[in-house]
Structure formats: C-alpha cells, structure tokens
C-alpha cells in the first residue's frame, strides 16, 4: 500500500511540474543586432480590450512593451500618414517604423529583418483571427507596407 502511496505522489510531482513549465515559460526577450531590447511602444484608446490582446502578443513575441493611452488616436495616424482606409484600432512602433493593428508577428518579423525603405506596415480594419482580436481567421491577411501615405502590398498570410 505504501508503494502505491509513493507513486501516486511521484506521478503528481511530475504531472505539477510538467503544468508550471508549460504554462510559466518565458519568452526570451527580442533584442536588435545591437543587443538592444526591442521595444513595442503601443497607442491605444482606454477601452479597447481587443489592443491588450495584441499587447500580450507582442509580450509573448518578445517584445519589451510601452502602452501609451490616448483618447483620440487621430495625432499618431496622422505623424504617421496612415490613410482612413488603412487604420485599424491602435498603431504601434517599433525600430523606426510603424504597425498598425493586429499585424502577426510574421509580417513584424519580416519588416525588422529586411528593413526596407517605408514607413510601417498596416493590417487594415480589425480581422477576426488576427492575433488579440476573437474568432476564426476566415480570410487571407493582406498587409499593406505605407512610404508616405503611399500603399503597397507587403505580405499575405
């Protein structure tokens, strides 16, 4: 009996464990090829739930994360010359650029590694599945890059 005491107790020590690393894992944190901490720095209304969802993405990502709460966005789409059509619910830089909404961290990735000569990238609107926004993703994701004002097609996912 008392074996199977001892066993039972084993098998709830390493089932615990198993349950904190899974669920207490830490992501390691993004630094540029300067080792410099990247940091996410996000604008984003007081009431939108859906932006702490891509706050904690970025987090999960890596990112080092400044949340700037600003009533009226309209200042930071427009120094960043963001066109109506283009804007989604916050805009966030990051290394000299600009992100605007619930963009996946592919096209983030794509965007720090390559550098290119534009302004920032854009996921238009608030796209369901799109990462901090609910549902299921039901259509391909068209990131648009923007060069003053001016759009281009970045990347589908």
């Given at each position: 009996?008392?074996?199977?005491?001892?066993i039972?107790?084993?098998?709830?020590?390493?089932?615990?464990?198993?349950?904190?690393?899974?669920?207490?894992?830490?992501?390691?944190?993004?630094?540029?090829?300067?080792?410099?901490?990247?940091t996410?720095?996000?604008?984003?209304?007081?009431?939108?739930?859906?932006?702490?969802?891509?706050?904690?993405?970025?987090?999960?990502?890596?990112?080092?994360?400044?949340?700037?709460?600003?009533?009226?966005?309209?200042?930071?789409?427009?120094?960043?010359?963001?066109?109506?059509?283009?804007?989604?619910?916050?805009?966030?830089?990051?290394?000299?650029?600009?992100?605007?909404?619930?963009?996946?961290?592919?096209?983030?990735n794509?965007?720090?590694?390559?550098?290119?000569?534009?302004?920032?990238?854009?996921?238009?609107?608030?796209?369901?599945?799109?990462?901090?926004?609910?549902?299921?993703?039901?259509?391909?994701?068209?990131?648009?890059?923007?060069?003053?004002?001016?759009?281009?097609?970045?990347?589908r996912?």
């Amino acid at each position: 009996m008392l074996n199977k005491i001892i066993i039972i107790i084993l098998v709830l020590l390493i089932a615990a464990g198993g349950y904190w690393a899974f669920f207490h894992q830490t992501t390691p944190k993004r630094k540029t090829a300067q080792g410099e901490l990247f940091t996410a720095k996000v604008y984003k209304s007081a009431d939108c739930s859906c932006c702490l969802g891509h706050v904690g993405y970025l987090k999960g990502e890596g990112f080092t994360v400044e949340t700037v709460i600003q009533q009226n966005l309209d200042s930071i789409k427009a120094k960043h010359k963001i066109p109506y059509n283009l804007q989604s619910c916050h805009t966030t830089e990051i290394a000299n650029y600009f992100v605007e909404g619930h963009v996946p961290i592919e096209a983030i990735n794509k965007l720090l590694a390559e550098k290119p000569d534009i302004d920032g990238i854009t996921l238009p609107d608030m796209p369901a599945g799109s990462p901090g926004m609910p549902g299921l993703k039901r259509e391909e994701f068209i990131i648009y890059s923007l060069k003053d004002g001016q759009a281009k097609e970045f990347m589908r996912l």
